[in-house]
């Protein structure tokens, strides 16, 4: 299994462009999230996912898209590229179980994304 | 709404030195807590979790007790290594919130020998 894979593995962007992160799972999990992280901020979710089909804002989802077409894909789209977005991109997957909720998430190794 | 504190960094300690990473929350609910480990340039890798009160996670030494009554959940190793330099995230779901984990803001642990 390679797990949760991320590419690219870094990315430099102008302001404007844009651009979409790239996030896979192999392990049938229903649930896939984003995030970013900043210096002393922790993580923040951007964008999640209970299943192919649907998708959910979280904490920060302002200038990011995502879709859930397939189970294994989780692509984040930056719409228009601002200095902000300047981070370290985390995805993540976990399998449901029941009652709601997930187990344990896996993340990938991380996008670091500088918009200059 | 829920919220994760732990207690801010850098700690820098001597090899085999005692650990303590405090952590507290705020849930709604009954939630889950997990203890994430950061190492340089890597992604987060889960190093232990509780699911419910008094529950005791364990992992490579590391451990830390699901505490009701403190809203606590304080990482500890006996003896620490070089190799434990890393960045530790406490972190809470929250079945009832929903899904999404919410994580403190890290503590780096810098051990030297």
């Known amino acids: 299994n390679a797990g949760v894979t991320q590419t690219p593995k870094f990315q430099v962007l102008k302001t404007g462009q844009s651009m979409t992160l790239q996030c896979a799972q192999d392990?049938?999990?229903?649930?896939m999230s984003w995030y970013r992280q900043d210096p002393g901020m922790g993580l923040r979710l951007i964008h999640y996912?209970?299943?192919?089909?649907?998708?959910d804002q979280g904490e920060v989802p302002n200038g990011y898209n995502v879709s859930r077409s397939t189970t294994e894909d989780f692509p984040l789209r930056l719409l228009s590229a601002a200095p902000s977005q300047t981070s370290v991109y985390f995805c993540?997957?976990?399998?449901?179980?029941?009652?709601?909720?997930?187990?344990?998430?896996?993340f990938g190794p991380g996008t670091r994304l500088t918009v200059l | 709404g829920n919220s994760v504190t732990q207690m801010e960094g850098p700690v820098t300690l001597s090899e085999e030195a005692f650990l303590t990473i405090n952590c507290t929350y705020t849930?709604?609910?009954?939630?889950?807590l997990f203890w994430y480990v950061q190492y340089p340039g890597e992604g987060l890798q889960l190093l232990l979790k509780a699911t419910k009160a008094d529950d005791k996670g364990s992992n490579k030494g590391f451990e830390a007790t699901y505490r009701k009554e403190t809203t606590s959940f304080h990482l500890e190793k006996g003896s620490v290594q070089v190799s434990d330099s890393a960045v530790y995230f406490c972190a809470l779901s929250d079945y009832q919130a929903g899904t999404a984990l919410i994580f403190g803001k890290g503590t780096t642990l810098s051990v030297s020998s």
């Open positions: 392990m049938n999990h229903e649930y």
């Open positions: 993540a997957s976990a399998a449901s179980v029941a009652g709601g909720g997930t187990d344990t998430q896996y």
């Open positions: 849930a709604t609910g009954y939630p889950s």
């Open positions: 996912s209970v299943g192919a089909g649907i998708t």
